[in-house]
């Protein structure tokens, strides 16, 4: 699978810096397995017809879902990142159109709802983190599954493994930095939070839109 490898687009890092699911690393393999358990049963949970991934990266989610026969699309700001995943389709005889260069900020209900809404390691890169809460409550049609890395065991992991010690174990890109109750009182202001999930080291949440 084609990987960004730590391009930047607009002074942004874009996708991954490494194949983090195709790693060879028993570490790396049991953190990104507890990832792929919670975002899979969460999913499962929802039970959606459609999902529109937004943030999708090079497209790793979108294609398993494609395989699984859901209708997916999925959107990323950057156009190198969507390029790459629109490769990654074409290896596995997928139409690369399910991969559409979309800003979070400019989503819209008529082009961009879905019956479940994945925003997954997004929100930490937004200097506006409340108004993409408030875009994906626009757009979101039964489901919204989000997650973030949690802090502070992100930055603590990535001490321990001698990564970014300069940043404070900040991982480049992030901006925003969330606790898991922290996370769960900002999201709650704009969805009902309905299950919590903390696969290390992140908090995932699965919301419906408020009644």
Request: aromatic letters at 8%; one cysteine or more.
């Amino acid at each position: 699978m084609k990987i960004s490898r730590g391009l930047e687009e607009n002074g942004i890092v874009i996708g991954n810096t490494y194949d983090k699911y195709g790693s060879r690393n028993l570490i790396v393999r049991k953190i990104m397995n507890g990832f792929s358990k919670a975002l899979s049963e969460l999913v499962t949970k929802a039970c959606p017809s459609t999902i529109h991934e937004v943030g999708c990266g090079e497209g790793f989610w979108v294609l398993e879902w494609f395989r699984q026969g859901k209708a997916v699309r999925g959107t990323d700001f950057s156009s190198q990142v969507i390029e790459l995943a629109r490769l990654n389709a074409i290896e596995q005889g997928i139409s690369p159109e399910v991969f559409q260069p979309r800003n979070i900020y400019d989503l819209n209900a008529p082009q961009d709802s879905a019956d479940l809404i994945v925003c997954c390691e997004v929100l930490e890169h937004l200097h506006s983190p409340e108004e993409a809460l408030r875009i994906l409550q626009s757009i979101i049609n039964q489901f919204l599954i989000i997650s973030v890395p949690r802090e502070p065991v992100w930055r603590a992991l990535n001490l321990a493994r001698g990564k970014y010690i300069g940043r404070l174990g900040n991982t480049p890109g992030h901006i925003q930095h969330w606790t898991r109750d922290g996370f769960v009182h900002l999201v709650s202001k704009y969805f009902e939070v309905i299950e919590t999930k903390n696969p290390l080291p992140w908090t995932m949440l699965l919301c419906r839109p408020r009644p």
